[in-house]
Nanobody, 124 residues
């Protein structure tokens, strides 16, 4: 199994930047894809970004494309999510999730392992 812990959340003004990180531990030597999801109050959880084990494949939700960048460092077992030009509508609890696969998945049902989540609040 892999355990995931998010860090880097907080309060930022609109237009600002934040860098989230997902730290993995446990069975990290096997190939696993990582995705970020978010859930705002009263809304369903939604996909944000995903990255394959090799890092060569990434995918973004239209709402964050061009503003967020997902990457990974398999040597450090971390998957950062750099968020720029933040908007109030980006306010949510952000979760990282993992699935043992060499592919890439965009749906939350495909992911077996989840972090606890971290709050991101963007003030207007």
């Amino acid at each position: 199994q892999v355990q995931l812990v998010e860090s880097g959340g907080g309060l930022v003004q609109a237009g600002g930047s934040l860098r989230l990180s997902c730290a993995a531990s446990g069975r990290t030597s096997s190939s696993y894809a990582v995705a970020w999801f978010r859930q705002a109050p009263g809304k369903e959880r939604e996909f944000v970004a995903a990255i394959s084990w090799s890092g060569s494949n990434t995918y973004y939700a239209d709402s964050v494309k061009g503003r967020f960048t997902i990457s990974r460092d398999n040597g450090k077992n971390t998957v950062p999510l750099q968020m720029s030009s933040l908007k109030p509508e980006d306010t949510a609890v952000y979760y990282c999730a993992a699935r043992y696969t060499s592919g890439l998945y965009l749906h939350d049902g495909a992911y077996n392992y989840w972090g606890q989540g971290i709050q991101v609040t963007v003030s207007s």
